[in-house]
């Protein structure tokens, strides 16, 4: 089995998470399965709230009903991917650029589910590039400050997120904190978000893998 469909196992073991109303849906190659999923069952939910704009053109094309957060209110379910996950489900996010409606839409849930292939699942955060949305007139600043931090910010460049914004990806961080880290990142001026979900890590992981999908909650 390849990673593709570990992921769509494990997005379609979310499915089992929906109990109608109003889903938080977030952005990714994992979510797009989730999303496709979700189409097959789109009469039984009220509608969904999307974290970017690729996630809310897949679902029109599905014929789901895409309802504005302030519209919503609090939602009790939100499923979304990960590039990486610890153990206590501390996740880094962003790989896709969409971290900062992620998070909005991951604090506004009561339940955070998130899908991943088992590759996914890390003993320490870090070896993926972490992502920080950034303003554009902050960009080199934000890149000197988490260099104090013993980062290496690269720019990812020709990117613009879906706020106007930019991201720098940060190198080779040994995540030993990460909620003293998120929090350090949060406090630098210009910054938007950062893609750690530390403070608020998934309360399930489910991981697609060789033997079927693998249920974890935090520790
Ligand atoms: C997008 C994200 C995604 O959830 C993350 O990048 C994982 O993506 P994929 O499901 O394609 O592996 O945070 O901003």
Known sequence: MNQDEM?????????????G???GVGTGSTVNHFIDYLAGIKGRIEGAVSSSEA????????GINVI???????????????????HQLQLIK???GALTREKIVA?????????????????????????????????????????KLGGNPVWRENFVTDNGNLILDV????????????NQINALAGVVTVGLFANRPADVLILGSQSGPRTLKAD
Do not use: W
């Not at 996630?55 to 599905?62: A, D, F, I, K, L």
């Not at 919503?72 to 979304?80: Q, R, T």
């Open 107 to 147: 604090a506004a849930s009561a339940q955070f589910v998130c899908i991943a292939d088992e590759t996914k699942l890390v003993s320490c955060l870090g070896q993926f590039p972490l992502p920080v949305e950034v303003i554009p007139m902050a960009r080199s600043y934000v890149g000197r400050e988490l260099v």
């Open 55 to 62: 996630s809310t053109q897949r679902m029109r094309q599905h």
């Open 94 to 96: 962003g790989g896709g």
């Open 21 to 23: 109303g109003v889903v």
């Open 7 to 19: 992921k769509k196992q494990a997005a379609e073991a979310a499915l089992a998470y929906v109990e």
């Open 68 to 86: 504005d957060l302030n519209a919503a209110g609090p939602l009790s379910l939100y499923v979304d991917g990960a590039d990486e996950s610890n």
């Open 171 to 182: 190198h080779n961080l040994e995540i030993m904190e990460p909620i003293k880290l998120e």
